[in-house]
């Protein structure tokens, strides 16, 4: 299926949190963080995560909870790494672009992005997102620009 319109309703946000998290589940490095350490219930997730994203992107949902305490909780059990956080924006853009293109979509990989970077920056500190760890943050676009060199 190639990609043809923007993100325009809670419909086609719940396809594009199915497509990722399915992605994200699977994944070997983000994976066990949903299944293992969080046992998450995607049918359970779904409706509190799209509201999430439906007030980021339509400012249409009301979305009144910490969406940070759960990640420390998963920190708590098990750290979450700057190749954490630069793999799940990997899977996130993969996915809106394998389904939408438009404004809205390049705003939620953008919007991704800047959450994914808050968080490790709130878990792991500042320096977390600069490679002074083990490992740097590295959003997909920068690994296509190293790609084309």
Known sequence: ??????????????ALLRRFYGGAFAD???GPFFTEVAGTDLEAHLPGITDFWER?????ASYGRDAFAPHAALHSARPL????????VQLWRASVDGLHRGPRAERAKAQGERIALAMLRRLAGPEASTGGGS???????????????
């Open 1 to 14: 299926m190639r990609a043809t319109r923007d993100l325009s309703d809670r419909a086609d946000l719940d």
């Open 28 to 30: 070997p490095l983000v």
């Open 56 to 60: 980021a992107l339509f400012r249409t």
């Open 81 to 88: 790494t700057a190749a954490h956080f630069g793999r799940w």
């Open 135 to 149: 490992g740097g943050f590295v959003p997909l676009a920068a690994l296509r620009l190293r790609t084309a060199a």
